[in-house]
C-alpha cells in the first residue's frame, strides 16, 4: 500500500497570501495525484489531477505541481472561502490511498 | 447536472449487515466508475471500492475486503454497497462518488450518509 505524507498538518496564513502543501509518498506514484479540498460538513472537491490538471471551475490561483513522490498544491492568494482541509490522493496502484490531511486555518 | 444520492445509512449493532444505495443522475451512469468513500467522524478520508463502468472490475480496500461487496445496475443507474460483518471501526458517512471519466478519483460526490456500528 502507498502511504502518502502530508505536511504541515496545519497551516496558518492570512488572506492574500501565497499558501503551499505538500504530498510525499512512500514509492514514486508517477504523476498520478489528485488534490481535494472539503469543508465541514460538505463532501470534498476535486481541485487537481494527475498532478497539475486543475478540474473543471477550479479558479486558477489552485495549482499543482510534482512527479514521482514529492508534489505540491500552491494557492497563490488566499481567498476566505479557501480555507478548509486539503487531501491529496493517490491512484497509481491499488489500495487507493489518502493523505492525512492540511488544515488551512486563518491567521 | 450531476446529482447523487446516498440512501441506507443509520445505526447498527456490530457483527450485522446494511446495504447502502446511491442514485445516480444527470449523466450517462452506464460510462462512467462509481466509488464509495468513508470519513469516520473528525477524521480524514478513506477510499473503499470501486466498480467499474460495466460493473466487471471491482477492487476493494483490505480493510472491508470479504465483507463489503459493491454492485451496480446500468438499467436503474444505481450503485450499492453491501456490508456485512460491521465492526465499530466501520463507523463513518459513506460517500457516492462518480469518476472523473477514465482516471480513479472522485469528481462528483453525493453528500454522504451516516453509517453507525454500536452495540
Known amino acids: 500500500e502507498i502511504v502518502l505524507t502530508q505536511s504541515p498538518a496545519t497551516l496558518s496564513l492570512s488572506p492574500g497570501e501565497r499558501a503551499t502543501l505538500s504530498c510525499r509518498a512512500s514509492q514514486s506514484i508517477s504523476s498520478y495525484l489528485a488534490w481535494y479540498q472539503q469543508k465541514p460538513g460538505q463532501a470534498p472537491r476535486l481541485l487537481i489531477y494527475d498532478a497539475s490538471n486543475r478540474a473543471t471551475g477550479i479558479p486558477a490561483r489552485f495549482s499543482g505541481s510534482g512527479s514521482g513522490t514529492d508534489f505540491t498544491l500552491t494557492i497563490s492568494s488566499l481567498e476566505p472561502e479557501d480555507f478548509a482541509v486539503y487531501y491529496c490522493?493517490?491512484?497509481?496502484?491499488?489500495?487507493?490511498?489518502f493523505g492525512q490531511g492540511t488544515r488551512l486555518e486563518i491567521k | 447536472q450531476v446529482q447523487l444520492v446516498e440512501s441506507g445509512g443509520g445505526v447498527v449493532q456490530p457483527g450485522r449487515s446494511l446495504r447502502l444505495s446511491c442514485a445516480a443522475s444527470?449523466?450517462?451512469?452506464?460510462?462512467?466508475?462509481m466509488h464509495w468513500f468513508r470519513q469516520a467522524p473528525g477524521k480524514g478520508l478513506e477510499w473503499v471500492a470501486v466498480?467499474?463502468?460495466?460493473?466487471?472490475?471491482?477492487y476493494y480496500a483490505d480493510s472491508v475486503k470479504g465483507r463489503f461487496t459493491i454492485s451496480r445496475d446500468n438499467s436503474k443507474n444505481t450503485q450499492d454497497l453491501q456490508m456485512n460483518s460491521l465492526r465499530v471501526e466501520d463507523t463513518a458517512v459513506y460517500f457516492c462518488a462518480k469518476e472523473l471519466h477514465g482516471y480513479s478519483y472522485g469528481l462528483d460526490w453525493g453528500q454522504g450518509t451516516l453509517v453507525t456500528v454500536s452495540s
Open positions: 444527470g449523466f450517462t451512469f452506464s460510462n462512467f466508475g
Open positions: 466498480i467499474s463502468y460495466d460493473g466487471r472490475n471491482k
Open positions: 490522493q493517490q491512484r497509481n496502484s491499488w489500495p487507493i490511498t
